[in-house]
């Protein structure tokens, strides 16, 4: 199998760095489009150069949009991630350029001059991938996949908003308009994430035997294991590095399910929900394939070698 060509809308956040390490160590990346989410764009966008420096890798740096595209967050996602986003260690200034061209520009010109060969996977909130869709709706006919980190499929999220998953509570109009503009792309949820929770003492062999790449995760994730460990949360939870095995090697899903998705808008209770048409009632065309279950050796194994165990 030849290597995936990845381009990578991120927010870069704890599981957003794994996600990475894996892109570079299994496959090439195109370059790396960053949104506000987890934290401020400005942490995103400084986190994704300190693991370019990380990585020693001539991978360009886009900065995207610092807002969603309509209403303002109720919340980010600094009590799992740090306030900076990468455990508050307190990293020096990276030395690693950021672009001079924006996420959704990039997206495009990239796009366009590698038609059909980019998989474009998102790990943020949407925005940046809407806002390319809305200044040119070709955008998903010139790339070969779109893999969706986002989402609660049966409604159990992880927000405030209960049944809102963090990347599609955070801009819930910008999922709108993907869910809308791409005919097909696979989602990753969050509870596909949660059943697909990595061994936390086989990972804690990782990080130990590991190199310089372990080290660097085993420092960042601090926090975020603290807050899960306080939650009651099983495992190392790494929602971004599952849905990123999926765009390294799609044959890695063993079960999947076509259907219909959409987000909630309006919803008092509900805004950022995913409404999945379980039953195709709705008649309209199934665009997303949800992704329910993968080959959990084998993504253990892409984690473990990303971190040079
Ligand atoms: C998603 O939200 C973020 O906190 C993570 O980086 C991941 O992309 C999980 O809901
Ligand atoms: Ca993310």
Do not use: K
């Not at 966008?45 to 209403?71: H, M, Y």
């Not at 805004?271 to 993968?294: F, K, M, Q, S």
């Amino acid at each position: 199998m030849s290597a995936a060509q990845l381009l990578i809308d991120t927010d870069p956040g704890v599981d957003d760095a794994l996600a990475i390490l894996m892109a570079h160590a299994h496959a090439d990346i195109a370059g790396l489009s960053i949104a506000a989410g987890n934290v401020g764009l400005d942490h995103t966008v400084r986190n994704a150069r300190t693991l370019v420096d990380l990585l020693d890798a001539d991978i360009a740096v886009f900065a995207g949009c610092a807002t969603p595209l309509v209403r303002a967050p109720d919340e980010d996602a600094a009590f799992v991630h740090g306030r900076d986003g990468f455990g508050d260690v307190g990293f020096p200034p990276p030395a690693a350029a950021v672009a001079n061209e924006s996420a959704a520009s990039a997206l495009l010109r990239l796009t366009r001059e590698r038609p059909g060969e980019l998989t474009l996977v998102a790990l943020a909130p949407l925005t940046n991938l809407a806002l390319a869709l809305r200044l040119d709706p070709t955008l998903p006919q010139r790339v070969a996949r779109l893999v969706v980190m986002g989402g609660a499929v049966t409604g159990h999220g992880n927000t405030g908003r209960v049944p809102a998953e963090f990347n599609l509570g955070f801009d819930p109009e910008a999922a709108h308009v993907v869910f809308e503009g791409f005919p097909h792309f696979q989602l990753v949820d969050w509870e596909a994430t949660l059943r697909h929770a990595l061994d936390q003492e086989a990972f804690d062999r990782w990080l130990q035997a590991g190199d310089h790449r372990a080290d660097f995760y085993a420092r960042i994730g601090r926090t975020a294991r603290a807050y899960n460990l306080a939650h009651d949360r099983r495992g190392v939870i790494a929602a971004d590095a599952l849905a990123m095995a999926v765009a390294i090697d799609p044959s890695i899903v063993v079960r999947s399910e076509r259907r219909a998705v959409a987000v909630e808008l309006d919803g008092q209770l509900t805004r950022g929900a995913t409404v999945v048409d379980w039953a195709g009632r709705l008649g309209r065309p199934a665009n997303a394939d949800i992704v329910l279950e993968v080959d959990h050796a084998r993504f253990s194994a892409m984690v473990r070698r990303a971190l040079g165990a």
